[in-house]
């Protein structure tokens, strides 16, 4: 293994790696005090809290394979007791994420069976890069099915002829809150192209794929060799224990040794994520400034507009008079 010249921390961090003359890469990601501040500002039951944390995890590792400059969202939009799961993270690695549920739909499923199909009757799966107003919007969408959301993302890659991924991910409520560990492994297509377009990344609609993050996007090996190489890293990234990946006892660079050292692994310079929400008195502001006047009469309670945020929960007030609508 080729060390890091900086020993990343023990969690809320993204790792590139890279399965040494295998044309396999990754990303290790680990969650703690992310997924705990932005679970804590909820009152979330257990099944959704576990479904949310999940959802960010998810999106982390995602995000993380593509070159964006803007935000990557994940969001599951559900026919049941859970409605809708969005986690979206930015370019610079700020966090969010929030459910909206039945309260009493939930409490009705028993916990033993409480998985992402009882929980949320189907529905489906939206991936989107949103680089502003001045870039191409991309989007991909599959069908909420299987136990969990790994299953609905793993369909979603089986489906795509442009690059084969695997997935292992973790999920644990402990005392001081919640955690996620997950490993993505990509295999990249060989340097003569003949199995997958050229490019190292993907893209939710299956066009033209975003280029890895670091080092070279194709393999030096093909055909059987490739396929076997491939094989052996997917069996050893399933050979990750949950504690291992969750950590903290286990660092991430130890955890990727311990995995493919026999291999060659090299990591790449990795990077921090955080919980932050985007939200702002100004930008509420000009939202409600953008309604007219009869939409902002009816959100008026006792002379005053009030507005919770979804992601973050932080609540913001603005006297009636004090907001005026535009002029034609």
Known sequence: MEPSSITPPISDFVQPFQIEGHGVRGRLVRLDGVASEIIAKHAYPEPVAHLLTEMMALAAVLAAT?????????????NGAVRVLVADVTSGGAVRGYAQFDKDAVAAIPAASANLMRLTGGGYLAFTVDQGEHAERYQGIVELEGQSLVDCIHHYFQ????????????????????????????RLPSQGGHHRPEGGGWTPDGS?????????????????????AWRRA???MASAQDKELLGPETGI????????????VRVFTGHALKAQCRCSRHRVENVLRSLGKEELDDLAVDGAL???????????????????????
């Open 253 to 264: 660079n130890d955890l990727l040794y311990r995995l493919f050292h026999e291999d060659g």
């Open 66 to 78: 593509l070159k964006y400059e803007g935000v990557f969202t994940l969001q599951a939009k559900g």
């Open 234 to 236: 997917v069996v050893l």
């Open 306 to 328: 009030i507005v919770t945020c979804e992601f973050c929960n932080s609540e913001y007030r603005f006297a009636r008079s004090d907001v005026k609508p535009p002029v034609d």
């Open 208 to 228: 033209k794929p975003h280029d890895w993050q670091g080092g070279e996007g194709s393999s030096d090996i093909d055909g059987e060799e490739a396929e076997d």
């Open 159 to 186: 489906q795509s002829e442009q690059l084969q991924a695997a997935f292992k991910l973790a999920i644990e409520n402990h005392p001081g809150g919640w955690r996620a560990g997950a490993i993505m492994l990509q």
